[in-house]
């Protein structure tokens, strides 16, 4: 049981750091830094300790994650250790830090060609962009998985009160959380998606996690155009933005879920984008 604790509070200093560290880093650490190796480590031992798992697929095969999260984590591991094993190769030696002096040949060992004529973009500088988008979404989706473990193991040790669910406009509040009554209800009226993050902005409560990792499968799925660009799309997201509430949180959690991308198209094409020139 102290181990137990100790793991719970381990898990919460871990997500409130998570909420204010960033993936945009020029030369990111490989191993240590946001969305790295180590937000892999420390998911899996979360989830070793809470779930017992033996194996990563036990995440899926457990419906302890959804199939995206799984697909994220699974992708995020792959690249991340692509990178950090060139870097062994080139440097000779243990070697975690992405330093400028070595981002286009560890571009070019992992293959990544040079972008297109109206790009101009050095390979150095396409590796970053997809070590942003990589890291970014793997950070996402180790904070969801996360989170569930942080739940799971305060109801393990009676540290949270039982609370009977009560309906707030359409949606489940339990335990500050608010939860989608059946995931067939965003099938259904797909701009629930969104809707559910104003409700929780109203409240002053956070989209639950299991909920957050049904929106990130969903999305590409049924928020299209016409969803995002509809006439209440359009008011709840104003909505959103104007309300001074938590206005930024609101917007990262869209951003971190994809449906930003669907509201304002435009935001796709800076999403990773690599500045140098710090002036």
Known sequence: KRIQTDILRSIGEWMEGSEISTVYRLEPNIKTGPGGLRTLHETWWAARVVWDIREWDELLY??????HDFEVLASGREFMQSVRLALHVLCGRRQDVLRFDVQDQVAELLGIA???DTKQQQPGDILLEQYYRQAKQLKAAATRIQE?????LKEKLGKTRKQAPRDVDGFLLKNNRLFVKSVED????PLELLRIFRVAQRNRVRVAPETRMAI???VPKVFDEAVAQSADGVKLFGDILTDPRD???SLEALHDLGLLERLLPEFSNVIGLVQRDMY
């Open 114 to 116: 040079k972008g297109g």
């Open 148 to 152: 569930r473990c942080y739940q799971a």
């Open 186 to 189: 965003f099938y259904s009226e």
């Open 62 to 67: 457990g419906a302890k994650v959804s199939q």
């Open 247 to 249: 206005g930024i949180a």
């Open 216 to 218: 990130a499968e969903l």
